[in-house]
């Protein structure tokens, strides 16, 4: 069972990546060219669809470190206004320039104050999985509007 608190979390993202996210315009039968946006992308290091919609979809957690060559993300501890006495800390490493599900990982840490200290506590397995498929999902929304746009 996801906590509370991760649940929130998890909406939060949801919201935020839905009211970033543009949809891809249908072209009937039309294929793209392979090469318009390659699931390829070195100029930045890692994957450039990967990279934008991590930053996006955590866009509401305050960044400590962006290594775009590194294909690094970390985050400040983030304490959602509605769930006080709990607060979370996310990762994200971008591990290839290909746009594939296993060139992403996040990790993300969980803190809950007790007598006034912050003492570490697991993350649900499901919250980080499903911080990684919107980020997947997001990535694979950014590549086919790329795709459209050249069109």
């Given at each position: 069972?996801?906590?509370?608190?991760?649940?929130?979390?998890?909406?939060?993202?949801?919201?935020?990546?839905?009211?970033?996210?543009v949809s891809a315009c249908s072209?009937?039968?039309?294929?793209?060219?392979?090469?318009?946006?390659?699931?390829?992308?070195?100029?930045?290091?890692?994957?450039?669809?990967?990279?934008?919609?991590?930053?996006?979809?955590?866009?509401?957690?305050?960044?400590?470190?962006?290594?775009?060559?590194?294909?690094?993300?970390?985050?400040?501890?983030?304490?959602?206004?509605?769930?006080?006495?709990?607060?979370?800390?996310?990762?994200?490493?971008?591990?290839?320039?290909?746009?594939?599900?296993?060139?992403?990982?996040?990790?993300?840490?969980?803190?809950?104050?007790?007598?006034?200290?912050?003492?570490?506590?697991?993350?649900?397995?499901?919250?980080?999985?499903?911080?990684?498929?919107?980020?997947?999902?997001?990535?694979?929304?950014?590549?086919?509007?790329?795709?459209?746009?050249?069109?």
């Open positions: 069972m996801i906590s509370r608190f991760s649940s929130r979390l998890i909406l939060s993202v949801a919201a935020v990546a839905t009211l970033a996210g072209h009937g039968n039309k294929r793209p060219k392979a090469d318009l946006a390659a699931s390829k992308v070195t100029t930045i290091g890692v994957n450039a669809y990967l990279w934008r919609a991590s930053l996006e979809t955590l866009s509401f957690m305050p960044l400590v470190q962006t290594d775009s060559n590194g294909g690094v993300i970390v985050t400040d501890w983030y304490a959602n206004p509605n769930a006080a006495g709990e607060r979370m800390k996310v990762t994200v490493t971008i591990l290839d320039q290909d746009l594939r599900a296993d060139a992403l990982r996040v990790a993300a840490s969980r803190q809950v104050s007790q007598n006034g200290q912050w003492v570490e506590v697991p993350v649900q397995a499901a919250t980080v999985q499903k911080l990684e498929e919107v980020i997947l999902t997001k990535a694979r929304d950014l590549r086919r509007t790329a795709i459209g746009e050249k069109d």
